[in-house]
């Protein structure tokens, strides 16, 4: 001990058990997805929608990002990751006193205090992504009402049966690396329920609802992108080779999304859409979200191939051929991006997983449980690359049905409360009817920047976006 470099020697701000440099990557990828949200959805969403609606819907976003955090630390962190109460859920309880938080968390070494900072900004991206598929139309009360109730009934639920160690799916096995099940299959299927009981936004929103601003959307966008390192290389807890092979894997997946569905593009309507490579790039991330660091490259490259081809398709094609794709209002397409492209990833992890990253992983006794099919083939072990198979589409459907349930029956507790839509006047009218306030407006020259139907109220300029296409108008909805 006498031998070690100051900074280095225990004290009470610095325990034994402590990793600093975990623990200071722990925090800066806790950012990072935070900055995801805040303000990268924020500008996101603000960006992509029609000019009218740019406030409310980065107020959704805004809102939804403080009281996910006031719930989260109220009840929240401990029912999703405390003592068990039932076979699915933990005991309710605070996560505010300084000896709970400044103890070892249950997993890393690092403190309890930075695993609840770090699990708080992931539920609270997930609420952020439900809101994609609701904005243009939902009651701000209604939305106000059903973030707590959704994060406390679905969400928790979702968190502590497949990350808890003490989850009943955590103990069959399944692989779930940072998120591709408890927040974007989560997110994709609540969204879509959700937006099914609320209702579509008006007729003139549906068909017409072009972006007001791209370029600002790219830079929201590029923060959603960037911050993923931190989503995915802070799975491990730790600054290790798999935090490194999780991030890599990241970019080189998505990557490889973005270009398929440009190509796809390009090839099917003659031009690249904007538009399209970013809902590519979303795809991408989150397919491997749940395969990041248990997946060799190459399994990465061909994830990101299937994650820019297959939800395109579901989008461009078959979005018009099935009735209840139709009926469902999703402006931000989050069935198509996170549902649908969580669903591929969790199949496509319970395939590629490797034994021996999912060992560096995990650093458990039973590691050689987690084995993906394709390595069970390979090493005469088929029986036990089904059963990793079993517990990956177990996990898939366990989540469908909760969040179709629990989404559900909490539209209509809100529903006997408040309207789930808003007025038909606001409908009509937007951001100034909810809030007062519009986004491209300047304070002493109103008349200046009167709405036009034909011209962007600020660049005077026409308006012409991707969501003009075929493509877009009818199917992907943006």
Not at 147 to 157: A, G, H, I, N
Not at 178 to 197: E, K, L, N, P, R
Not at 399 to 410: D, K, P, Q, R, Y
Not at 429 to 435: L, P, Q, S, W, Y
Request: proline share 4%; aromatic share 12%; net charge neutral.
């Amino acid at each position: 001990m006498d031998q070690l470099p100051k900074n280095l020697l225990p004290d009470e701000t610095s325990p034994e058990w402590m990793n600093k440099g975990d623990n200071a990557w722990q925090l800066t990828a806790a950012t990072l997805v935070g900055l995801q949200s805040i303000p990268g959805l924020v500008i996101l969403y603000g960006s992509l929608v029609h000019k009218k609606w740019a406030i409310n819907s980065a107020f959704m976003a805004f809102y939804a990002f403080a009281m996910v955090f006031v719930c989260w630390v109220g009840w929240a962190y401990r029912m999703s990751f405390g003592e068990r109460l039932v076979k699915f859920l933990g005991k309710p309880n605070v996560a505010l006193d300084e000896k709970f938080l400044l103890g070892q968390a249950f997993l890393g070494y690092i403190p309890t205090a930075t695993m609840v900072f770090f699990q708080g900004v992931f539920a609270c991206i997930t609420l952020i992504l439900i809101a994609g598929a609701l904005i243009g139309r939902m009651n701000l009360r209604a939305w106000m009402l059903f973030v707590p109730l959704w994060l406390t009934c679905s969400y928790t639920v979702a968190a502590f049966s497949i990350w808890c160690p003490n989850g009943w799916l955590a103990k069959l096995g399944i692989i779930d690396f940072a998120g591709g099940y408890v927040i974007h299959v989560s997110a994709g299927v609540a969204g879509f329920t959700a937006s099914y009981w609320v209702g579509p936004r008006s007729d003139k929103d549906r068909q017409k609802f072009p972006p007001n601003n791209i370029i600002l959307m790219l830079a929201g966008a590029g923060l959603l992108w960037m911050g993923w390192s931190g989503f995915n290389g802070g799975g491990p807890f730790a600054i290790s080779t798999d935090a490194s092979l999780a991030i890599l894997n990241t970019h080189v997946c998505t990557s490889t999304s973005l270009l398929t569905w440009l190509l796809l593009d390009t090839s099917f309507y003659g031009k690249p859409s904007v538009i399209g490579a970013v809902q590519g790039m979303i795809t991408g991330l989150v397919c491997i979200t749940p395969a990041a660091g248990v997946v060799q490259g190459w399994a990465a490259v061909f994830m990101g191939l299937i994650s820019g081809s297959v939800p395109w398709y579901t989008m461009m094609v078959l979005h018009n051929k099935i009735g209840l794709l139709r009926l469902v209002d999703d402006p931000m397409a989050v069935f198509h991006t996170h549902a649908v492209a969580g669903t591929l990833g969790g199949i496509l992890t319970g395939f590629f997983a490797m034994p021996k990253l999912c060992r560096l992983f995990y650093m458990v006794p039973d590691w050689e449980k987690y084995i993906g099919l394709a390595y069970g083939l390979q090493n005469g072990r088929t029986s036990a690359g089904l059963r990793q198979m079993g517990a990956q589409l177990l996990g898939i459907a366990f989540v469908i049905c909760l969040n179709i349930a629990t989404t559900s029956i909490i539209c209509w507790l809100i529903g006997l409360i408040v309207p789930l839509r808003l007025s038909k006047d606001e409908l009509n009218i937007g951001d100034e009817a909810v809030h007062g306030e519009k986004a491209f407006a300047l304070v002493d020259d109103r008349e200046r920047f009167e709405v036009s139907p034909k011209h962007n109220s600020v660049y005077d300029i026409e308006e012409f976006s991707y969501v003009g296409s075929r493509s877009v108008g009818e199917v992907q909805m943006v």
